[in-house]
Structure formats: structure tokens, C-alpha cells
């Protein structure tokens, strides 16, 4: 076993010896590096690129958002195991660079910024192991025995990860960052061997929004076995306004309503209260839409048109369920209204 481990190591130093003499340091792979990584099992590749995209082509910024927060995250596919440069003794160096020369931010941490204010970059390599390399950066290589080459490799399941995080207050209200080419890796030889590329992506910064009532009681007062059927009864308003801040309108508003369904009626709220056969509609007083409770498909959607405020206007209704005659006593029930502002 000894003598064979010594034949395969005087073979790699042989191929150092012939193929690369005359480029010693870390420099790209050669057709004759690749083919004898080849032999031995390996994925290798002169020169590889890396798509960092975004989950999304546009992100919605909190408005609240702290300073060093994240905005959104681009990652790259998990790479297999690549053998990406050759380092022939004694010694070689290989360079983690950005292409261009962005400024540094405030913030530190290798955060740089993008060109857009308030909004900063960081690229990493995220290992399997879960340990980060920031780029840039450079990475020495020192022989580990006299006269013996090396290739390196991205071990499987790298990741190659770009944060986008809020530097400063000074977000303008809508921008596009284009990171492009955004960095490579090179060798002694100055040949990039591998390209990180970031997509694009549109920030939206969010409206502050709230509602002019947090809480509104509906009070039906007293009624008849006469004034309910099936389809009409005692009905009050529910009205409340949407009131926005900051940088952008909304774009859209959706309420969806979150109560217990009626049993014999699903599209009704029940009714908590110890009148019987009677349950609640509350839907949009316009178009007659109704607010059918904890279905998530059920939802009254308005857009505002650039305003940065709109006024809801709904009813609640109380109807007679089921088949038995409703009987005397209370009507209550709880239900939230729930607000998705984009």
C-alpha cells in the first residue's frame, strides 16, 4: 500500500513537473489539469459562473425597517463539487474580487454600496458546513508537502448569497438594483476562473398605513320574528378608513374576515348570543359582495388610484338560518376584519 500511495504521488508531481513548470502559483485550470482531475473522479472546469438570482422581481420594503436590516436575499444554486483553479508549489494566492469599485459603507461588516441610497450589498460563500466567506477577499495557498500541487475546490452544496440591506433612512420611495457582473475569482495568472452574476430586482418602500377605528361595536337593537326572512333583516353599518403615509400610496387593499361560520350557513357569521337560527352577513354595501368568514378566497380587494386614503363601507345583516323558527334573545358575535396593504 506504501509503494502505490508513493507511485500516485510522484505521478502528481510529475504532472506539475511537465504541464505546469513554468506556472507555478494558482492559476486556471489547463485541458491537462482537467482531464487528470477527470481521471481521478472530479468535476473541473477552466472557467464556471454562478447566477445569483432574486426569489422575485419585486420586494415590498417595510417602512419600519431598522437600519442594517435585511431587504431581500439572491442566492445561487447549491454547486456540486468543483474543482476551479490549480496551484503549483510552493505557494500561490487566489482573489475573491468585485469588479467594480464600489464605496464601503458606514455600517461595515463588508457591506458596500449599491448606487441606490440606503441600500447596501453583501456577497458571501455559505458553505454546507454553515461557515461564510465574504468576498472580497483573498486566500493564500502554501504547498502541504515540497513540490506537491493542489487543485481547489467549492465543496458540494456552496452557495453563493447576496444580502440587500437598508444602510440609511434615504430609500426613495421606488428603485431598481442591477448588480450585474458583480464579482469574479481569479488566480496568479489573472484569468478569471469564476463569474457571480446578481439578477435584477425592483423596492417598493410600504406605506404606513392604520385604521381611523381599531374597534367598532354594531348594535342591530330590538326586532321581531317579522323583520328577519332568509334574505333581509335588521341591518347597520360598518364603516371604517384606511390611512396612509410615507413615501408611496398603496397600490392595493384587501380585507378578509376572520369569525366563526354559521353551521347551517358557511358564507354567515354564527351568532354567539342565545337567540337561535338567526347568523350574520356582513359584506360590501356597493356591490353586494359578501365577506364569507375564515376562507381565505373570500376577500373585498380595492385600489385606490394613488390616493393614501380609502373608506370602506360595509353592512352587517342579521338572517334566518336553518329550517326551525329563530327564537328570542341576544344577538353577539366577534369577528376581525383583516387589512393586506401592498
Known amino acids: 500500500m506504501k509503494k502505490k500511495f508513493s507511485r500516485f504521488l510522484a505521478a502528481l508531481v510529475l504532472l506539475a513537473a511537465t504541464v505546469d513548470a513554468l506556472a507555478a502559483g494558482c492559476n486556471m485550470l489547463t485541458a491537462e489539469n482537467i482531464a487528470w482531475l477527470t481521471e481521478q473522479g472530479k468535476i473541473a472546469r477552466a472557467h464556471s459562473s454562478f447566477p445569483i438570482s432574486f426569489s422575485s422581481g419585486m420586494v415590498d420594503v417595510d417602512p419600519n425597517l431598522e437600519i442594517g436590516g435585511l431587504i431581500a436575499e439572491a442566492k445561487s444554486i447549491p454547486s456540486e463539487e468543483l474543482h476551479f483553479i490549480w496551484c503549483s508549489a510552493p505557494s500561490g494566492n487566489v482573489h475573491f474580487a468585485l469588479n467594480s469599485s464600489p464605496l464601503p459603507s458606514e455600517l461595515g461588516n463588508s457591506i458596500y454600496e449599491t448606487g441606490v441610497p440606503g441600500v447596501g450589498f453583501r ?47 434615504a430609500l426613495p420611495s421606488e428603485s431598481t438594483i442591477s448588480l450585474g457582473n458583480l464579482s469574479r475569482v481569479y488566480g496568479d495568472d489573472n484569468k478569471t476562473v469564476v463569474d457571480f452574476n446578481a439578477g435584477s430586482v425592483k423596492l417598493r418602500v410600504l406605506p404606513i398605513c392604520h385604521v381611523d377605528q381599531q374597534e367598532k361595536n354594531v ?19 360598518v364603516k371604517f378608513d384606511v390611512q396612509c403615509s410615507g413615501p408611496t400610496p398603496p397600490v392595493s387593499i384587501t380585507a378578509t374576515l376572520a369569525a366563526t361560520p354559521d353551521s347551517h350557513d358557511q358564507s354567515l357569521i354564527a351568532n354567539a348570543g342565545d337567540a337561535m337560527n338567526l347568523a350574520i352577513r356582513l359584506r360590501d354595501a356597493s356591490t353586494q359582495q359578501v365577506l364569507r368568514p375564515n376562507d381565505p378566497t373570500s376577500e373585498i380587494k380595492v385600489e385606490p388610484g394613488g390616493a393614501m386614503e380609502h373608506g370602506f363601507a360595509l353592512e352587517a345583516t342579521v338572517l334566518r338560518v336553518g329550517t326551525a323558527p329563530p327564537t328570542a334573545g341576544t344577538i353577539d358575535a366577534t369577528s376581525i376584519i383583516t387589512l393586506t396593504i401592498l
Open 123 to 169: 456577497i458571501t460563500q455559505v458553505r454546507q458546513s454553515g461557515s461564510i466567506g465574504a468576498i472580497p477577499r483573498d486566500t493564500p495557498w502554501i504547498e502541504e508537502k515540497p513540490g506537491q500541487d493542489s487543485s481547489l475546490n467549492f465543496g458540494a452544496g456552496t452557495v453563493f448569497r447576496i444580502e440587500l440591506i437598508k444602510t440609511s433612512e
Open 219 to 237: 348594535d342591530f337593537g330590538q326586532f321581531g320574528p317579522k323583520d328577519v326572512s332568509f334574505d333581509s333583516g335588521p341591518t347597520k353599518d
